[in-house]
Each structure stands twice: as C-alpha cells, then as structure tokens.
T-cell receptor, first 115, second 115 residues
Framework: DQQVKQNSPSLSVQEGRISILNCDYTNSMFDYFLWYKKYPAEGPTFLISISSIKDKNEDGRFTVFLNKSAKHLSLHIVPSQPGDSAVYFCAASRGYGGSQGNLIFGKGTKLSVKP | DTEVTQTPKHLVMGMTNKKSLKCEQHMGHRAMYWYKQKAKKPPELMFVYSYEKLSINESVPSRFSPECPNSSLLNLHLHALQPEDSALYLC??????????????FGSGTQLSVL
C-alpha cells in the first residue's frame, strides 16, 4: 500500500521553462512534506519542505504547493536549469508518540532538463 | 561540516561473510538513521538511533545489526546476508526534537552486492 505516490516516473523539460513535479498521498494524518533531490551515486539532499498548516512555501527557484483537500502537492522549478536534472523524491511524515525519522518516500520522478 | 560520510562506497560480499558499514557525522546531530534503497524504489527506513539509543527498528531481520558507539558514529553489521539484500544502504542524521519528519542529511550510501 503506497502512501506517497509519484505517478510520473520521468519528466523532460526545456531549459528556462517551468518544471512541475507532482505527488499524491493517501494518509490524511501526514502533517509535514519534503522534497529531496538525488543525483546518481549520491545520497538524497533536502530541497524544500512544507507544513500542513501552509499551502505554499517558496525558496528561490523552488516552490512547493500543498492542496490538503486533494491530498496533493507539487514542486515547481522556475526557471529550470540543466543542473536540476536528477531524481526528485517526495516524502511525508506524521507525528506519533516518540518516533522520529518516519519519512515515507515516493518512488521518485526523474527530471531531465534539456539545454 | 555538513556532511554525512559513509564507508565503504561499494561492498561485495558472500553469504557467509561478516562485514560492517560505517557512517560518521560531525554536525552535532543526535539522531541517526539507516535506510535501504533498492533500484527504482524509494528509500525504506530500517533503524533510528536517538541519543545513541535504538528508538526504531522497522522489523529488520537480525542478520542486520546496528550499533551506535557514540553520537558521531553509526555502524551496520552484516552477517549471513542473502542476495536479495543487495541494495544501496543510506545513512542519515538529523537534529531530534525539531518535530517529526525534520530535515535529514544523507550520506552518499554504500552500494552492497551479496553474491
């Protein structure tokens, strides 16, 4: 049972255009959402996060939007750059008694930004 | 220093071997994690240590034995592994107490092959 779903395994975008990566979740108890970026042969690196009390968080070229009613979040990258080419993982978590690190990851979307 | 260092980067072992994976961070983080990631799958949590004590064991088989000798080091001892245990093993750390699902810093991983 996948609680965090990234239905697009890959996305190709032209340099300078907007990249939109989507993520859906099924567990309404999730209250914190994160995006990680992963290059080959490297560990995931944190990109941006959003709490369930917000609907938007922006950091430079990266913006995450959260639609709680639809249980959907998206990551917008504007403008896209070739260096953004990587696998992007959506992750979600919920708080429960004393546990930490209970991030649930999606399967990832491979973004390719073409020059 | 914002790095999580994992050694070795690659490991090939037989099913009767005993080996250890090592992880080190000097960011003062008091929570450390082991994740397992198979090809084209999301990272899956294995263990969490908080203040050098094991706080989460996600029903991992006993052939994987974690150890946290001090606040900077995390080991994963491997014994009698199976070929299906071949995967990328990721170590991560974070500052506990910030709330659940706080930002994790990942190492580059150890690519393990069990023959």
């Amino acid at each position: 049972d996948q609680q965090v779903k990234q239905n697009s395994p890959s996305l190709s975008v032209q340099e300078g255009r907007i990249s939109i990566l989507n993520c859906d979740y099924t567990n309404s108890m999730f209250d914190y959402f994160l995006w990680y970026k992963k290059y080959p042969a490297e560990g995931p690196t944190f990109l941006i996060s959003i709490s369930s009390i917000k609907d938007k968080n922006e950091d430079g070229r990266f913006t995450v939007f959260l639609n709680k009613s639809a249980k959907h979040l998206s990551l917008h990258i504007v403008p896209s750059q070739p260096g953004d080419s990587a696998v992007y993982f959506c992750a979600a978590s919920r708080g429960y008694g004393g546990s930490q690190g209970n991030l649930i990851f999606g399967k990832g979307t491979k973004l390719s930004v073409k020059p | 220093d914002t790095e999580v260092t994992q050694t070795p980067k690659h490991l090939v072992m037989g099913m009767t071997n005993k080996k250890s994976l090592k992880c080190e961070q000097h960011m003062g983080h008091r929570a450390m994690y082991w994740y397992k990631q198979k090809a084209k799958k999301p990272p899956e949590l294995m263990f969490v240590y908080s203040y050098e004590k094991l706080s989460i064991n996600e029903s991992v088989p006993s052939r994987f034995s974690p150890e946290c000798p001090n606040s900077s080091l995390l080991n994963l001892h491997l014994h009698a592994l199976q070929p299906e245990d071949s995967a990328l093993y990721l170590c991560a750390s974070s500052r506990p107490g910030q709330g659940f699902g706080e930002k994790l810093f990942f190492g580059s991983g150890t690519q393990l092959s069990v023959l």
